[in-house]
């Protein structure tokens, strides 16, 4: 048998809009798209969060 190691693709990333946790001591968020509300709550605190972006993959 043969095993070749095969070139692994580079994933494009690209600028996302989320919503991050405002708590400082919380690592929550989630993408945009994913938020049912208009200003969502952090489900991990319930603290308020704010809209920012981040870098993700496409």
């Known amino acids: 048998m043969n095993y070749r190691k095969k070139p ?3 994933v494009p990333y690209e600028n996302t809009p ?4 405002t708590k400082e001591d919380c690592k929550g968020w989630m993408r945009d798209n ?18 920012e972006t981040k870098m993700l993959p496409c």
């Open 18 to 21: 989320i919503w991050s946790c």
């Open 34 to 51: 994913f938020a049912f509300e208009h200003e969502p709550t952090c489900p991990l605190c319930s603290s308020p969060m704010v809209r």
């Open 8 to 10: 692994l693709e580079e």
